[in-house]
């Protein structure tokens, strides 16, 4: 038996289809989410950090609403030519590589900075295709995308009913600077 096997078998789902029907099936469905959205690591990046005692931590008060808005950051630092490739912030919430660079979106359900005017169906079609909503600019790294294509349309599904709970955060993220193709 293969481990995402055994891991299905101590965390069943509950069917979405009848996620509306009880309230027990919907909280079934939203600690999937909760679970999936843990597991996954999307608070490493989605989530602005705070310095603590033990260094870096969660911004509790903002949890998963991407890049801090405002926040004033240098031009990323130019890296020699080698193995090395990407630049983090502290924060992880910005990155630069040769995609260009990458600030993690607000995933909470703000209408106008987050994902609010966003449908379950293109929550799915974008992390299936890699597109921004399905059907624009490219998802850019570090968006672990091959990962998430390797999520069941439920497990999809029941990460966007618990990001769709989450209260709303305004945080307007800066849109992605996308690196022209490298010279052949």
Not at 2 to 18: E, G
Not at 34 to 56: T, W
Request: proline fraction near 14%.
């Amino acid at each position: 038996m293969k481990l995402r096997d055994l891991l299905f078998l101590t965390l069943p789902m509950a069917p979405l289809a009848s996620a509306a029907d009880t309230p027990k099936a919907a909280a079934d469905v939203l600690g999937r989410g909760l679970y999936l959205v843990q597991i996954s690591g999307c608070n490493d990046c989605h989530s602005p950090k705070k310095m603590g005692a033990m260094g870096p931590e969660l911004d509790a008060t903002r949890l998963l609403s991407g890049h801090p808005e405002g926040s004033s950051l240098p031009p990323p630092p130019s890296l020699p030519p080698g193995p090395w490739n990407a630049v983090g912030t502290w924060d992880l919430t910005a990155w630069s590589g040769p995609w260009g660079v990458t600030y993690a979106v607000n995933l909470t359900p703000d209408e106008n900075t987050g994902l609010g005017i966003w449908t379950e169906e293109m929550f799915v079609k974008a992390m299936r295709t890699g597109r921004h909503m399905g059907v624009s600019r490219p998802i850019l790294p570090p968006m672990p995308l091959d990962s998430l294509r390797a999520f069941t349309d439920g497990d999809l599904k029941a990460v966007y009913a618990y990001l769709r709970s989450l209260p709303p955060i305004k945080n307007r993220v800066p849109e992605a600077i996308i690196a022209p193709p490298p010279a052949n």
